[in-house]
């Protein structure tokens, strides 16, 4: 109910995070006002917040289903997770999503940086967890690191410790994390 692809009505929303870079130099963090990029379509022009793209992940995860209704096709869902392009080893590119793998399963991610922020979204379909990773920090260092902290937990917990219910029909977290 609060993703928009409208620039003006995200900046006009009280409850924005503002967003920041690090200025090294000062070992401070700076403002970044907002710019307009609607030009660059679906490349950093979509605002949103956790709860939202938690939903998304579930919907993802759960194969274009939603509330019991299927939305969007298995299919169609499933063909955007299937590689197109190889950018390295062991890393394709299928429609929208980074493709690896984890532990021996399919692991989709992407990620992004725009000015003041930086997004992460991770998957494990195959064990049904996802997670969305939102920070008001222009190209936070956690975005390319956290994958493989959330997986660990996840599948390895700690011994004398379970990992809590989570996949596609789980409740959504939040962590919160200071620069």
Known sequence: SSTTASFARAVGDSRRATGYRWEREKSELVVMPPRNISNTGPAGSIYSNASD???WV??????????GKQLVSTESMNETWVPN??????????????LHDWQGQRWI???GNIDGYSAKV????????????LCNLNGASIQGS???????????????SEPTEGGAE???????FAP
């Open 58 to 67: 579930q919907f993802q995860l759960n194969q274009g289903s939603w509330n």
């Open 170 to 176: 789980g409740e959504a977290a939040a962590l919160d």
């Open 122 to 133: 991770g998957m494990l379909p195959d064990s049904g967890y996802g997670f969305v990773m």
């Open 53 to 55: 793209m938690s939903r």
């Open 146 to 160: 956290i994958d493989p902290i959330v997986w660990s937990t996840l599948l390895d917990p700690l011994p004398g």
């Open 85 to 98: 392009i190889e950018i390295g080893p062991g890393v394709d590119y299928g429609m929208g999503w980074m």
């Open 109 to 111: 991610e992407h990620g």
